[in-house]
């Protein structure tokens, strides 16, 4: 099957510096990316879609100068969390769909990436 | 718009049993239903997929779901628990039309098994 691929697995950085997370679609390519949210014992919240050389797509309430993202390819996606602070600290999945067919509408997720702000 | 619902937070069963997650769904168009499960600190993993060939659709690890548009669900079935299966489960819905839709997931059901 597909891979998507998530790099860091797990970051811990200080307050008020920035972390990029990177979402690569290693076998496929993929217009679209979403990046979701997960807090500890809850479910995904979708913050945004990720849309190939264009501007990304916020959901309401996330903040797009906080949460920046970048499609800059069919096969690379990156969610830079900026000026972080510890509420920032939470898990973030990225995914990603096949592009032009609708045989294959399924998402593929990354591994995570499990964010600490200390 | 589209949305899911997943009753039960948590399910405890025991080894063996049948396990029953249940699941459903409002979408104003014609939805792709997913299950997920994920492991403490993983991505998740789709479990098996609905997009309107088969109701009843057969996934890996011994898990099958039923598709009932009359009564808009989607619950996930496995005749006898294992204790790998304990987990989190999503249910998820997309719409048919687009791979650029959104997917929207349900809040979790969490298994657990009693040995």
């Known amino acids: 099957g597909a891979v998507v691929s998530q790099h860091p697995s797990r970051v811990i950085c200080k307050s008020g510096t920035s972390v990029k997370i990177e979402c690569r679609s290693l076998?496929?390519?993929?217009?679209?990316m979403f990046w979701y949210r997960q807090f500890p014992k809850q479910s995904l919240m979708l913050m945004a879609t990720?849309?190939?050389?264009?501007?990304?797509?916020?959901e309401q309430g996330v903040e797009k100068d906080k949460f920046l993202i970048n499609h800059a390819s069919l096969t690379l996606s990156t969610l830079t969390v900026t000026s972080a602070h510890p509420e920032d600290s939470s898990f973030y999945i990225c995914?990603?769909?096949?592009?032009?067919?609708?045989?294959?509408?399924?998402?593929?997720f990354g591994q995570g990436t499990r964010l600490t702000v200390v | 718009a589209q949305s899911v619902t997943q009753l039960g937070s948590h399910v405890s069963v025991s080894e063996g049993a049948l396990v029953l997650l249940r699941c459903n769904y409002s979408?104003?168009?014609?939805?792709?239903l997913f299950w997920y499960v994920q492991y403490p600190n993983q991505g998740l993993q789709l479990l098996l997929k609905?997009?309107?060939?088969?109701?009843l659709v057969k996934g890996i690890n011994g898990f099958e779901a039923e598709f009932k548009k009359s009564e808009t669900s989607f619950h996930l079935t496995k005749p006898s628990a294992h204790m790998s299966d304990a987990a989190e489960y999503f249910c998820?819905?997309?719409?048919?039309?687009?791979?650029?839709?959104?997917?929207?997931f349900g809040s979790g059901t969490r298994l657990s098994i009693r040995p």
């Open positions: 995914s990603a769909r096949r592009q032009g067919t609708s045989k294959n509408t399924e998402a593929f």
């Open positions: 076998d496929f390519q993929a217009t679209t």
């Open positions: 990720s849309n190939e050389g264009s501007k990304a797509t916020y």
């Open positions: 979408s104003s168009v014609p939805p792709y």
């Open positions: 609905y997009t309107s060939a088969a109701t």
């Open positions: 998820a819905v997309t719409s048919f039309y687009s791979s650029a839709s959104k997917i929207i």
